[in-house]
């Protein structure tokens, strides 16, 4: 009889010891990770947000342009939409002038002098 009784309790034991190694296990997980330096980083600055969106502008006039050669876009409805965003986009450069305090405007290269 206490072979009989032994084999019914060894399995709860082997249940409830599984039990509490898995708990243990979740809370040492959730509580005792150290946390990532990036996390606690501070928030982008103002210059980095719009040099996002610069390039994200940037980004959609280049897609527009590919999907106007496709055509996708009827010609009027192509140029008002780029007109558009390179109307954005130089508002984004102005702002990102005034937050670097860059007075003078950079002049873009030639790209037909950069061939010679």
Request: net charge negative.
């Amino acid at each position: 009889m206490t072979i009989a009784l032994a084999a019914m309790i060894f399995p709860d034991a082997v249940m409830l010891s599984a039990c509490v190694a898995l708990t243990l296990a979740a809370v040492i997980f959730v509580f005792w990770i150290d946390p990532d330096p990036g996390d606690s980083a501070p928030h982008r600055s103002q210059l980095d947000q719009l040099l996002e969106r610069r390039d994200s502008i940037y980004d959609n006039l280049r897609d527009l342009k590919f999907e106007n050669r496709a055509g996708k876009y009827a010609e009027q409805d192509y140029v008002q939409m780029r007109d558009s965003l390179e109307v954005e986009a130089a508002q984004v450069l102005l702002e990102i002038e005034r937050v670097t305090g860059n007075q003078a405007p950079i002049p873009r290269r030639d790209p037909a002098a950069a061939r010679q």
